[in-house]
């Protein structure tokens, strides 16, 4: 059975790398996709919601990306606001609304 845990572990953390490696490229409509598919595999990872909600940042959702900052935030208070995800979404903020 661990095997398959780790496989699993695995599996999202692909998904959640394709998010972030999309995000970063700017190519938001696969951030999007992946992150979507992330999200409905895993929803309780704070590790999706939190690279998901720099995807919503990014495409200027504030909506979204609050609801994702506080779901993470109740799944795992620590990580979703670490200062490396706090520095991403204040570069993501600042490259979407300088221009």
């Not at 999309?22 to 990872?45: C, F, Q, T, V």
Request: hydrophobic content about 40%; proline content about 2%.
């Amino acid at each position: 059975m661990k095997v398959a845990a780790e496989d699993h572990k695995s599996q999202k953390s692909k998904f959640v790398a394709l998010n972030r490696i999309y995000n970063d490229r700017g190519d938001l409509k696969k951030a999007l996709a992946a992150g979507e598919i992330a999200l409905d595999l895993y929803p309780d990872s704070s590790e999706a919601n939190v690279t998901m909600r720099i995807t919503y940042i990014l495409a200027d959702d504030a909506e979204k990306a609050l609801a994702l900052f506080k779901k993470a935030n109740e799944i795992e208070p620590r990580v979703s606001g670490t200062a490396n995800d706090l520095n991403r979404n204040a570069a993501a903020w600042l490259c979407t609304n300088t221009a």
